[in-house]
């Protein structure tokens, strides 16, 4: 009887890790096949693997590809590969993807602009003064990657070189902007002349030059350019009037402030949605009346009412809140302001809200189409709060979709709620849809 026991026992360590092992043995067959792959493929199921592995953000084997990178003659194969660790923030390859930029004239211009933009977070003072070589390319392509690299770079040393250029008269019109971009960048206040007159040319035919020379003074942030910002803020150009309050956030909010609330009244929506975004960013308590208007009344619904709305939400406050619930439960409001406003209220005001949410789940729950409800369960499924269990517990019994049912099951997956164990058990059964018994056998695995 002992020896049954014992034989038992061990018949039920190989059913129950059995599959421990198949799975393990699977993961280690998938790594076989892609390291042949890599080892022995065409180039084309190479850069193929390459692109599912950016899906999985999988990086294991970038060695490898460092190995495959040192023996390759295939500008394509190459390429992938950088961008594979541009994406994992690699630097291995940077020494050797230097000296092939520098010594390899058969390179293609694609290569050597995806070459540069690697190389370019990584750059050491030999990498920037080659970069600096770069400037005066005949492709005006591979020129724009070197002189936004040097932009990058945080070398006072090359902002001499690109004063000169860009002072040259025979400069490509499509170098200026980049330039003039990548001085702001360095805070070159010794281009602040320079750049000061490119931003205030209103007779220029190059309007991509004035607005990034407008972003630069803002970058730069000297105090004598407020003025200037200011003043530009009456232009025509409403593009130029955007850039303007882009580049004003870098100055003090007591200086910028009733500019930044001006820009809610601009007849250009775009600079309606950037001056609520900054106004938002800031945290300009002052702002919420004119924002909550704003919200009510902007004809441009799609952009800024759910502009206004959204900064209401960073600044906060109980006036904010007040009347983002309101909008919430008022059923004539549109849908997506009021989709907006449950996930506001989830993520930064849940504790006042909880009852306000009850009540409308309760109004809406009987309906027969209610895109609300289905919403604000759903925000629901991703907030991590233990105060929402009444709630999973309620969307458990709900019948007319099953949607209801999978945002409980992952919201109480989230909260890691183990005394509703029982409540997830009971849709493990056979009779409810494979999707949701599915979910339930997760959910219980990991609770």
Same mark, same amino acid.
């Given at each position: 009887?002992?020896?049954?026991?014992?034989?038992?026992?061990?018949?039920?360590?190989?059913?129950?890790?059995?599959?421990?092992?198949?799975?393990?043995?699977?993961?280690?067959?998938?790594?076989?096949?892609?390291?042949?792959?890599?080892?022995?493929?065409?180039?084309?199921?190479?850069?193929?693997?390459?692109?599912?592995?950016?899906?999985?953000?999988?990086?294991?084997?970038?060695?490898?590809?460092?190995?495959?990178?040192?023996?390759?003659?295939?500008?394509?194969?190459?390429?992938?590969?950088?961008?594979?660790?541009?994406?994992?923030?690699?630097?291995?390859?940077?020494?050797?993807?230097?000296?092939?930029?520098?010594?390899?004239?058969?390179?293609?211009?694609?290569?050597?602009?995806?070459?540069?933009?690697?190389?370019?977070?990584?750059?050491?003072?030999?990498?920037?003064?080659?970069?600096?070589?770069?400037?005066?390319?005949?492709?005006?392509?591979?020129?724009?990657?070197?002189?936004?690299?040097?932009?990058?770079?945080?070398?006072?040393?090359?902002?001499?070189?690109?004063?000169?250029?860009?002072?040259?008269?025979?400069?490509?019109?499509?170098?200026?902007?980049?330039?003039?971009?990548?001085?702001?960048?360095?805070?070159?206040?010794?281009?602040?002349?320079?750049?000061?007159?490119?931003?205030?040319?209103?007779?220029?035919?190059? %309007?991509?030059? *004035?607005?990034?020379?407008?972003? #630069? &003074? +803002?970058? $730069? !942030?000297?105090? /004598?350019?407020?003025?200037?910002?200011?003043?530009?803020?009456?232009?025509?150009?409403?593009?130029?009037?955007?850039?303007?309050?882009?580049?004003?956030?870098?100055?003090?909010?007591?200086?910028?402030?009733?500019?930044?609330?001006?820009?809610?009244?601009?007849?250009?929506?775009?600079?309606?949605?950037?001056?609520?975004?900054?106004?938002?960013?800031?945290?300009?308590?002052?702002?919420?009346?004119?924002?909550?208007?704003?919200?009510?009344?902007?004809?441009?619904? %799609?952009?800024? *009412?759910?502009?206004?709305?959204? #900064? &209401? +939400?960073? $600044? !906060?406050?109980? /006036?904010?809140?007040?009347?983002?619930?309101?909008?919430?439960?008022?059923?004539?409001?549109?849908?997506?302001?009021?989709?907006?406003?449950?996930?506001?209220?989830?993520?930064?005001?849940?504790?006042?809200?909880?009852?306000?949410?009850?009540?409308?789940?309760?109004?809406?729950?009987?309906?027969?189409?209610?895109?609300?409800?289905?919403?604000?369960?759903?925000?629901?499924?991703?907030?991590?709060?233990?105060?929402?269990?009444?709630?999973?517990?309620?969307?458990?019994?709900?019948?007319?979709?099953?949607?209801?049912?999978?945002?409980?099951?992952? !919201?109480?997956?989230?909260?890691?709620?183990?005394?509703?164990?029982?409540?997830?058990?009971?849709?493990?059964?056979?009779?409810?849809?494979?999707?949701?018994?599915?979910?339930?056998?997760?959910?219980?695995?990991?609770?």
């Amino acid at each position: 009887m002992y020896k049954t026991y014992i034989l038992l026992f061990i018949f039920l360590l190989i059913i129950v890790f059995s599959p421990l092992a198949d799975n393990k043995a699977d993961i280690q067959s998938l790594k076989e096949d892609r390291l042949e792959t890599i080892q022995y493929g065409i180039v084309s199921q190479v850069t193929d693997l390459i692109k599912q592995l950016e899906i999985e953000k999988n990086f294991d084997f970038n060695e490898e590809f460092m190995e495959l990178l040192k023996v390759s003659i295939n500008n394509r194969l190459d390429q992938s590969i950088i961008n594979l660790y541009k994406l994992s923030d690699d630097d291995r390859a940077v020494e050797f993807i230097f000296h092939k930029l520098r010594d390899d004239f058969n390179l293609s211009d694609e290569n050597r602009i995806s070459y540069i933009e690697y190389i370019s977070k990584y750059q050491n003072p030999e990498i920037t003064e080659f970069l600096k070589t770069l400037i005066d390319e005949k492709s005006n392509s591979v020129s724009i990657a070197a002189i936004v690299a040097l932009g990058k770079s945080n070398s006072k040393i090359v902002i001499p070189d690109l004063i000169e250029y860009l002072q040259d008269p025979l400069i490509d019109d499509l170098r200026k902007p980049v330039i003039v971009e990548a001085l702001g960048n360095l805070k070159a206040e010794d281009a602040l002349e320079t750049i000061t007159d490119f931003a205030t040319d209103i007779y220029s035919n190059n %309007k991509s030059l *004035r607005w990034k020379a407008v972003v #630069a &003074l +803002g970058n $730069i !942030g000297s105090l /004598e350019s407020l003025s200037v910002l200011k003043s530009l803020f009456s232009d025509t150009d409403p593009y130029l009037r955007n850039y303007t309050l882009t580049a004003i956030k870098n100055f003090p909010l007591k200086d910028i402030k009733p500019i930044l609330i001006q820009g809610l009244k601009d007849s250009s929506w775009r600079v309606r949605v950037n001056a609520a975004e900054s106004l938002g960013e800031l945290k300009v308590k002052d702002a919420v009346p004119i924002l909550i208007y704003k919200s009510k009344n902007d004809p441009d619904v %799609k952009n800024v *009412r759910a502009a206004t709305l959204s #900064a &209401l +939400g960073e $600044i !906060g406050g109980k /006036e904010a809140f007040d009347f983002i619930r309101e909008l919430y439960t008022d059923d004539r409001t549109v849908i997506n302001l009021r989709t907006i406003s449950i996930s506001i209220l989830a993520e930064k005001d849940l504790s006042n809200s909880l009852k306000t949410i009850k009540e409308l789940i309760t109004v809406e729950w009987d309906k027969a189409n209610t895109n609300i409800l289905d919403y604000t369960c759903k925000t629901l499924s991703t907030t991590k709060d233990s105060s929402l269990k009444e709630l999973y517990k309620k969307m458990l019994g709900y019948d007319k979709t099953i949607n209801l049912k999978l945002y409980a099951l992952r !919201g109480i997956r989230l909260n890691s709620m183990s005394s509703l164990k029982d409540d997830v058990e009971l849709l493990t059964g056979e009779d409810n849809p494979d999707s949701i018994r599915k979910l339930a056998i997760d959910v219980l695995k990991d609770i």
